[in-house]
T-cell receptor
């Protein structure tokens, strides 16, 4: 089944403890992106990647890092999480090869930083 | 910067009613527009995607239209059902980035 897989689904951590949220897609998509979703603020893009070793900042990149060493994986790294990073996070991917640029989303990771 | 607005923010209708959700965007230079459904605490499910060269797309009881020149899209839901209750989001892309509206929260009452 074509899908975007995020792990973990739920995570509670303490301020300052480094964490990684993994994202993997099995559709050979070039483009991958991370979003956070907060009440009243909608979906905001954190980082995106056009292909392997090509990443760029979205609208809210502060406090986050990403890497794209393989086409299928796009982990989101929080080096020193803070409570204002408590949010619902989504990974998404699409392919320009299909011509429609339609997005496929993961199921989300709910992160709580205490 | 592209801005996407969805009206209304919330909508409550009785079962069986036909309804229209609206999406507007400020920059007409888009590659496509996509409508999503999101259930509480869940991920986004793609409903319809309209290429920039298209005017509308249909899937079952759903019909989405796109008017690029005026920066508008509508999602029409026919014969609404309680199972349609969810938040509906529209997103436009200029290839590099996707821009989302804040969504319309729909409640269909039995």
């Amino acid at each position: 089944e074509a899908q975007v897989t995020q792990n973990p689904r739920y995570l509670i951590t303490v301020t300052g403890k480094k964490l990684t949220v993994t994202c993997s897609q099995n559709m050979n998509h070039e483009y991958m992106s991370w979003y956070r979703q907060d009440p009243g603020l909608g979906l905001r893009q954190i980082y995106y990647s056009m292909n392997v070793e090509a990443t760029d900042k979205g609208d809210v990149p502060e406090g986050y890092k990403v890497s794209r060493k393989e086409k299928r994986n796009f982990p989101l790294i929080l080096e020193s999480p803070s409570p204002n990073q408590t949010s619902l996070y989504f990974c998404a991917s699409f392919s320009s090869r299909t011509g429609d640029y339609g997005y496929t989303f993961g199921s989300g990771t709910r992160l709580t930083v205490v | 910067k592209q801005e996407v607005t969805q009206i209304p923010a919330a909508l409550s209708v009785p079962e069986g009613e036909n309804l229209v959700l609206n999406c507007s965007f400020t920059d007409s230079a888009i590659y496509n527009l996509q409508w999503f459904r999101q259930d509480p605490g869940k991920g986004l499910t793609s409903l319809l995607l309209i290429q920039s060269s298209q005017r509308e797309q249909t899937s079952g009881r759903l019909n989405a239209s796109l008017d690029k020149s005026s920066g508008r899209s509508t999602l029409y839901i026919a014969a609404s059902q309680p199972g349609d209750s969810a938040t509906y989001l529209c997103a436009v892309t200029d290839f590099n980035k996707f821009y989302f509206g804040s969504g319309t929260k729909l409640n269909v009452k039995p």
